[in-house]
């Protein structure tokens, strides 16, 4: 950090930038450090080919975990959650090749969302179109569990001038049928319903057209309404408000807010929503309520000193997850609002990325602005994996990512899928 100098890690010392020697200098801080991480995420790339990742808590085998298990000195809550563990540490990237009917579309364009079904045997794909806005598909996950990692994906050719903010499945007709999608065409936003059997191999004459699609502000999150309480109901996190949309009657309902609402979910067991605002504020709406004027119906409210990116709820729905803009990934108990645990080692400055929530493994994932995933135990926030990216860090390269012990199915492979560039990658969990 010495005005006029720079330090050279390689060479181990310091070297003058003489002023007026030259017009252009391609010396700078952002570039020593982007080098840097270049080589720390090159020399991680190799360990994991080598094999030689170990686990993070010291003395954690399978040998080790067997016998303190037949000595009954582990209870079966905690061998399961140590089993899992060791997967994690095991898991080994193996590149999936993606086969097409339309010779044109596997692996021309950047993958920029994938999400997964509620069964996890499709993935929605959202991609980057070189002349703008954004090109969607569905990959049907069948073919992990044969001997060659392949899967078929299938191009919808219509709606690609949009780019898209937030996507999420929905459930009409019947478990994950349709497709929420948030996104911006020209000046205003767009909010569209979208059946999932436009992207099916059959006769494009037979294809249903879109359910809904109605123009908004600026759109920034979604999500689907599962609970009966409040059922055919999807709402968007707008600039400064909240709409609730039923797609059937076509009712709609607006909630005020002070902030930009930039992550939603609907809580299941009641008609609660939960949202995580530019503020960094989250709030809860009964849906079942009419609007009223002022902030009288926030019912719960807790407060992060950043803008909430990405909220999750618990199964129980007594706990909910939340990351910010500042890195941190936090825990709250919604009984007391308050805080019960911090997950430390995520990065992130200004993007909008998710958390994956994987409570039957009892693992929690996040992808970094520094193209790091990152798995963290649930249980005791305990880092116990770090993923570098295939590709070198940047902004258009940020990976997304799948997790589930049964892709493709109930009867699927386990593992992490990860979608980064035009590549789509499997982490075997066995």
């Known amino acids: 950090e010495l005005p006029g100098f720079y330090y050279d890690s390689e060479k181990n010392r310091y070297f003058r930038l003489l002023p007026g020697h030259n017009n252009y200098n391609p010396l700078t801080k952002e570039s020593i450090q982007y080098k840097a991480m270049e080589c720390k995420r090159l020399r991680?790339?190799?360990?994991?080919?080598?094999?030689?990742?170990?686990?993070t808590r010291a003395g954690l085998?399978?040998?080790?975990?067997?016998?303190?298990r037949q000595?009954?000195?582990?209870s079966p809550t905690s061998y399961c959650r140590l089993v899992h563990e060791l997967k994690v540490n095991c898991m080994q990237r193996r590149k999936i090749e993606i086969h097409s009917p339309d010779s044109s579309v596997a692996g021309t364009n950047n993958f920029k969302i994938i999400v997964a079904d509620v069964a996890c045997e499709r993935i929605f794909t959202v991609n980057d179109v070189e002349h703008g806005g954004c090109k969607y598909g569905i990959i049907n996950l069948s073919g992990l569990g044969k001997e060659s990692l392949t899967v078929e994906m299938y191009d919808n050719l219509y709606f690609t001038n949009r780019k898209v903010n937030s996507v999420c499945w929905a459930s009409l007709t019947h478990p994950d049928s349709h497709l929420c999608?948030?996104?911006?065409?020209?000046?205003?936003?767009?909010?569209?319903?979208?059946p999932a059997s436009l992207f099916s191999n059959t006769n494009p004459g037979d294809r249903p057209g879109m359910l809904c699609s109605f123009k908004i502000p600026t759109a920034w999150s979604c999500a689907w309404c599962l609970s009966p309480?409040?059922?055919?109901?999807?709402?968007?996190?707008?600039?400064r408000r909240v709409l609730v949309t039923n797609v059937v009657t076509g009712h709609r309902q607006t909630f005020g807010t002070s902030s930009d609402v930039l992550a939603q979910q609907f809580a299941t067991q009641t008609p609660m929503l939960y949202n995580g605002c530019r503020s960094g504020e989250i709030f809860s709406i009964d849906v079942r309520q009419r609007n009223r004027k002022g902030q009288s119906w926030k019912a719960i409210r807790l407060s992060h000193d950043s803008a909430v990116t990405s909220i999750r709820l618990l199964e129980a729905e007594h706990y909910l997850m939340a990351a910010d803009m500042a890195g941190k990934i936090k825990l709250w108990d919604l009984r007391t609002a308050k805080c019960v645990k911090q997950y430390k080692g995520h990065h992130n400055e200004y993007a909008i990325l998710p958390l994956h929530v994987n409570e039957e493994e009892g693992l929690l994932t996040a992808v970094g602005q520094d193209c790091y995933t990152r798995i963290w135990s649930l249980q005791d926030a305990h880092l116990l994996r770090t993923i570098p990216s295939p590709h070198p860090s940047s902004k258009d390269a940020i990976p997304s990512v799948v997790f589930s012990s049964r892709l493709g199915g109930s009867?699927?492979?386990?593992?992490?899928?990860?979608?980064?560039?035009?590549?789509?990658?499997?982490?075997?969990?066995?």
């Open 44 to 55: 991680l790339l190799e360990e994991e080919e080598k094999q030689k990742k170990k686990t």
């Open 61 to 68: 085998n399978s040998s080790m975990l067997l016998q303190k």
């Open 71 to 74: 000595l009954g000195l582990l």
């Open 181 to 194: 999608l948030m996104g911006i065409a020209e000046t205003p936003g767009c909010a569209s319903l979208l």
């Open 229 to 239: 309480q409040a059922d055919n109901c999807f709402s968007t996190g707008l600039t």
């Open 411 to 430: 009867r699927g492979v386990p593992g992490l899928l990860m979608a980064v560039k035009q590549d789509l990658y499997h982490f075997s969990y066995n």
